[in-house]
């Protein structure tokens, strides 16, 4: 078992740096580097990043077509097994939820905002765009939910970084929605036109919150300490019944799934919609419990709760509405 410290090649001694590893992208760095800065100072080590490149990154075809949302994290789990890194952060709506072999989610931080936000010209909202206007995003969900809503909009599959799809909103588009914690971490926030209520608007399951990743087979104690003290025992509850109805539902970036979980006076309130993608139609299911005993029960009660919302979507006939294949496990 390591403790962290090492002996540089000039002599010197000292705790060996944290390797971090992230996408490129300023949004991704931005959130690794506050992940960065609190890991440091929980573990007593320097974290330094490293960046790798994954097909998202340079690939503009939708996401769909890549194969949803695995296509950011494959290339940081590949560093990850191959030693060199030694922790990822990951935005976890863009995490799959099949478990890695070799690799578990180490700490869940704090979730921050789960809303979608517009970004329009104007000031505008959704209810006061204009007839027909063009409206960006390269989320099926999000389609969905805007056509649900505004049947009249023409809504645009757009892809790039953050900067990139804002800047369309003064080119050839009227408005993009965005997830208001990206934004967030990059100083954007105040651009947004309307944050969507989670009521109509679900976002994501797991959206707004991140995961840090490390090998199953972890035995570095300063490391283990330090994510301990990030973890967040309420957002890995919600975060964790959102992803459990999408995985019973067997569906990822290309199914227009959004889920919201929150917990309130110790109960946990799981809801997720499944839409048509043309918005036409949509069905919804909520459920609850009491959050009770150790971690490890409320955990188990939060994983059965989004079992009872996929198994009620399933039993309404969500899978006639998108392309999902309901789990026999």
Not at 320 to 325: E, F, V, Y
Request: charged content about 25%.
């Amino acid at each position: 078992m390591t403790d962290g410290a090492t002996t540089a090649s000039t002599g010197s001694t000292g705790p060996a740096p944290i390797r971090l590893g992230t996408r490129a992208s300023r949004l991704a760095v931005a959130q690794s580097q506050d992940v960065a800065d609190r890991l440091a100072k929980a573990s007593g080590r320097p974290v330094e990043l490293v960046t790798v490149t994954s097909e998202g990154d340079t690939n503009r075809a939708s996401l769909a077509s890549l194969g949803g949302t695995g296509v950011f994290a494959s290339a940081l789990r590949e560093a990850l097994v191959a030693n060199e890194v030694d922790v990822l952060v990951h935005s976890l709506k863009d995490l799959p939820t099949a478990p890695y072999e070799g690799l578990t989610i180490g700490a869940v931080p704090k979730r921050a905002d789960a809303r979608d936000v517009l970004v329009a010209r104007n000031a505008a909202t959704i209810e006061s765009l204009p007839e027909g206007a063009k409206v960006g995003t390269g989320s099926p969900r999000r389609v969905a939910q805007l056509l649900a809503k505004r049947p009249d909009l023409d809504v645009v599959d757009i892809r790039g970084n953050i900067d990139t799809r804002l800047g369309r909103v003064e080119d050839d588009l009227d408005a993009v929605v965005l997830a208001a914690a990206g934004l967030a971490r990059i100083d954007r926030l105040g651009e947004a036109t309307e944050l969507l209520d989670l009521g109509f608007w679900p976002s994501a399951p797991g959206q707004g919150a991140l995961a840090v990743e490390i090998r199953s087979s972890e035995t570095d104690r300063s490391l283990l300490a330090g994510l301990r003290k990030l973890e967040h025992a309420p957002t890995r509850l919600t975060v964790s019944a959102e992803r459990r109805v999408l995985e019973r539902l067997e569906a990822g970036c290309s199914a227009p799934i959004g889920a919201t979980a929150i917990v309130d006076a110790e109960m946990l309130l799981v809801s997720a919609t499944v839409y048509r993608p043309d918005g036409s139609e949509y069905r919804t299911a909520s459920h609850a419990a009491v959050l009770e005993g150790s971690a490890e029960t409320r955990l188990a009660d939060a994983l059965e709760v989004g079992d009872r919302v996929a198994a009620e979507l399933l039993e309404n006939g969500a899978a006639d509405l998108a392309d999902i294949a309901p789990s026999s496990r």
